[in-house]
């Protein structure tokens, strides 16, 4: 005989690990070291990074660092020399290389040709 009731979920003692496994099962677990990942957000917060920001950035760098098999510190030591300028440019282009390729991360330059050039050129 039907009803209009709801029906009654039984919880069993392995449905808990059966749901996590589940749940979990196409995320990898990523680690890293505390000390480098401390290094890089200390890293961008001190060239003016926001927190959030210092994060994100340190987060993809650490992960390409890891797939192109280079030591973080490397990475670091090359971008010292960098000015503010550079350096932005250079997190912009790792940040699109690590993002969806329908949007991408960029900044607007300023254009130096005189106006009487630029009349001449067509878009």
Do not use: C, H, W
Request: cysteine-free; hydrophobic content about 40%; proline content about 2%.
């Amino acid at each position: 005989m039907a009803a209009n009731l709801p029906t009654q979920t039984i919880k069993k003692a392995s449905d808990r690990e059966v749901r996590q496994f589940f749940d979990n099962y196409f995320t990898k677990k990523v680690s890293y070291p505390t000390n480098e990942v401390n290094a890089v957000v200390g890293f961008f917060k001190k060239r003016g990074f926001d927190e959030e920001a210092a994060i994100a950035v340190a987060g993809v760098l650490l992960q390409q660092a890891k797939i192109d098999d280079v030591k973080i510190f490397k990475v670091l030591d090359t971008l010292e020399g960098l000015d503010q300028v550079k350096l932005s440019a250079v997190v912009a282009e790792v940040m699109n290389y690590n993002r969806s390729k329908t949007s991408s991360v960029g900044f607007k330059r300023e254009d130096t040709r005189d106006k009487l050039e630029r009349r001449n050129i067509i878009y």
